[in-house]
């Protein structure tokens, strides 16, 4: 028991003081007690107790409470529209898959319920009346950024092969370094992940990405990646001779990551951008490399990527559209900039300057600030499109469907390529968006449309 004074929200207070008066001993564990200890604000406060479920149900006669993981010894008590999960003290079974234990048993003693925990600092319970219970030296790991598996790490991960991912997204996330027998047993185990579902694993993953330390995480464990997205280990060892870059194509890849916000969506970008590179390899007369068509066999191998690790749709469709114009430079051309707003959307572009700027940081200074002063210029035009209210798509065109109708215009087909082109005209300057003039113009278009027909 150490002398740590943690403050507790008022509900977990409450719940602890009803159970121990109850005659059960009651902690706030896992998760939360680390967070407030490392002075963040804990998402969830999870209590484990003495009580077994059925005492915990007579201990909160007047609160609605949730049975759901109730076969785990978990009980749900709702509190001010909060629900708490309270699990009485447990040891896990044989696990059979390297995820779920087959059986679950009560154990007797909070150092029982705690040594079954996957690292040291996740491993720590408290109340008001006891202080911290810490049996396993989570504390000085806590101080000294070390992530460490409770007991043998081995045995951890083969427990659950979802702590392999979930350690380095803790290290990741907060910043640690992981103890040399946990991070020997990560590597040794990371086939263990095949065992694993492919939504838990991207679950985990999306979370690694957006840590502060994942340029480290991402090279130091490289290998553990490439069990679930094999598509990186052609870039490992791929050497770029090219000015531009001074970097392998994963050392670009993670400086790049690195560099962008903490966004899951553009961190994915990110890591899967340049992944076509090796496919594209072309080098010239000079011995120099280039990689045209790389963003499109880029496009092709993230979509494999993110669909086999069953990804939502709408993440893969962005994704995989960023990773095909990321390599496309704008500077101040308008016209290009309004072409690709109307392929990709507002939301997508604003994505599409802040990737190429994370990209540029990652290359070599070779030319850096002319691309960067170029960049700054596509970023202008940009913002003067939106603020102007400048047409690049068909919704700001001062014609439409109705108008061609009334013009005699009525095959759907014909009414789509002609405001197409029209759209395009405005794009390029060929046409103001003047309605006479647009009608005037989708007139003409008909005619040519029907004189090739005929």
């Not at 059925?54 to 109730?70: R, T, W």
């Not at 409770?150 to 991912?165: H, K, M, Q, S």
């Not at 499109?296 to 191998?301: E, Q, R, S």
Request: glycine content about 6%; overall charge negative; proline content about 2%.
């Amino acid at each position: 028991m150490m002398n740590v004074k943690i403050t507790l929200p008022g509900n977990v207070e409450k719940i602890i003081k009803a159970l121990s008066d109850a005659g059960y001993e009651a902690y706030a564990v896992g998760g939360c007690v680390r967070d407030a200890l490392l002075g963040i604000d804990p998402n969830d406060w999870d209590i484990a107790t003495s009580a077994k479920p059925g005492e915990v149900k007579e201990v909160f006669p007047s609160c609605e409470l949730i049975g759901v993981g109730e076969r785990h010894g978990t009980i749900g008590v709702l509190m001010d529209g909060v629900v708490y999960e309270i699990t009485t003290y447990r040891v896990d079974g044989d696990y059979s898959d390297n995820r779920h234990p087959e059986n679950v048993s009560f154990a007797q003693s909070i150092e029982e319920d705690l040594s079954r925990r996957d690292f040291t600092v996740n491993a720590m319970a408290y109340n008001n009346e006891k202080g911290l219970v810490d049996f396993f030296n989570g504390q000085a790991d806590l101080k000294y950024k070390a992530l460490r598996c409770v007991g043998n790490p081995d045995t951890r991960f083969n427990e659950d092969a979802l702590r392999i991912l979930r350690g380095l997204r803790f290290a990741s996330v907060y910043n640690f370094g992981i103890e040399s027998k946990t991070a020997a047993s990560i590597i040794k185990n990371r086939l263990l992940l095949n065992n694993i579902s492919e939504e838990r694993i991207a679950a985990e993953f999306n979370k690694l990405l957006c840590g502060v330390n994942v340029n480290y995480i991402l090279n130091r464990y490289k290998d553990v990646f490439a069990v679930f997205i094999p598509e990186i280990v052609s870039t490992f060892d791929f050497a770029q001779n090219n000015p531009h870059h001074n970097k392998t194509v994963w050392r670009h890849i993670t400086a790049s990551v690195s560099n962008i916000e903490r966004d899951e969506l553009l961190r994915l970008v990110m890591f899967l951008h340049d992944i076509g590179k090796p496919l594209a390899l072309r080098t010239d007369e000079k011995g120099i490399d280039h990689f045209k068509g790389h963003n499109h066999f880029g496009a092709v191998l993230a979509k494999n990527a993110l669909e086999r690790l069953k990804y939502p749709r709408k993440t893969i469709d962005d994704v995989c559209v960023l990773i095909e114009y990321h390599d496309v430079r704008f500077s101040d051309n308008k016209r290009k900039i309004k072409h690709v707003l109307n392929s990709i959307g507002v939301i997508n572009f604003e994505r599409l300057l802040k990737i190429q700027h994370a990209d540029m940081l990652a290359q070599s200074k070779y030319k850096r600030e002319i691309k960067l002063h170029n960049h700054e210029l596509a970023k202008k035009a940009f913002e003067e499109i939106i603020d102007n209210n400048e047409c690049f798509e068909l919704k700001s065109l001062a014609v439409n469907g109705s108008d061609l109708i009334h013009l005699g215009i009525t095959d759907g087909k014909t009414i789509g390529i002609i405001l197409d082109s029209l759209l395009d005209d405005v794009i390029d300057e060929q046409l103001e968006n003047d309605k006479i003039l647009l009608k005037k113009r989708a007139v003409e278009l008909y005619s040519e449309i029907n004189n090739e027909i005929n």
